[in-house]
T-cell receptor, first 114, second 113 residues
Framework: AQSVTQPDIHITVSEGASLELRCNYS??????LFWYVQSPGQGLQLLLK??????LVQGIKGFEAEFKRSQSSFNLRKPSVHWSDAAEYFC????????????FGTGTRLTIIP | EAQVTQNPRYLITVTGKKLTVTCSQN?????MSWYRQDPGLGLRQIYY???????DKGDVPEGYKVSRKEKRNFPLILESPSPNQTSLYFC????????????FGPGTRLTVL
């Protein structure tokens, strides 16, 4: 069974600074990988996903993530955060069978300070 | 507009009073699931459904029931709610399960007194 670890419960970043949110997964093969964002009072929205090919994936709102097989990681990055990026971010892993469930991490809450 | 809808959005109830949270999607998705979100625990899957009349337990199914009589609807039923079921609930749908983008509903905030 797959699992996901997001080691940072809460991160505070200054507006305009760079951001990296960590995600480590456990799975026997190359999984499908996702990052979702949950703004306050909202449902979850897909930021980006990795299925295969280029290990650097571009998403919406200026986010990107890099799949590193050797480190079992899929860290999310943004070069310059905006106050509107304050939200909770979830990493998720899906198994390659296609009909296996999606497993979510526990989330990282991002606070932006002026 | 492609969307997943949930009703009600907010619900306060008392222990033991049966309730149903509805979920509907208009994207003809095969796969639907229910999650609960609790602080520090992230999203945990309650039940999922691969297609009409096909449902299965997720990670935390105790105290919940579901049905999938139509492709678009996937209601969550709490036959006898208890305070430990106070949580934020999300319905989601997709074409495939672990290999596809999940579309989430807006959430239902449930409080059981």
């Amino acid at each position: 069974a797959q699992s996901v670890t997001q080691p940072d419960i809460h991160i505070t970043v200054s507006e305009g600074a760079s951001l990296e949110l960590r995600c480590n997964y456990s799975y026997g093969a190359t999984p499908y990988l996702f990052w979702y964002v949950q703004s306050p009072g909202q449902g979850l929205q897909l930021l980006l996903k990795y299925f295969s090919g280029d290990t650097l994936v571009q998403g919406i709102k200026g986010f990107e993530a890099e799949f590193k097989r050797s480190q079992s990681s899929f860290n999310l990055r943004k070069p310059s955060v905006h106050w509107s990026d304050a939200a909770e971010y979830f990493c998720a892993v899906g198994a390659r069978g296609g009909n296996e469930k999606l497993t979510f991490g526990t989330g990282t809450r991002l606070t932006i300070i002026p | 507009e492609a969307q997943v809808t949930q009703n009600p959005r907010y619900l306060i109830t008392v222990t033991g009073k049966k309730l149903t949270v509805t979920c509907s999607q208009n994207m003809n998705h095969e796969y639907m699931s229910w999650y609960r979100q609790d602080p520090g625990l992230g999203l945990r899957q309650i039940y999922y459904s691969m297609n009409v009349e096909v449902t299965d337990k997720g990670d935390v199914p105790e105290g919940y029931k579901v049905s999938r009589k139509e492709k678009r609807n996937f209601p969550l039923i709490l036959e006898s709610p208890s305070p430990n079921q106070t949580s934020l609930y999300f319905c989601a749908s997709s074409f495939l399960a672990g290999a596809d983008t999940q579309y989430f509903g807006p959430g239902t905030r449930l409080t059981v007194l």
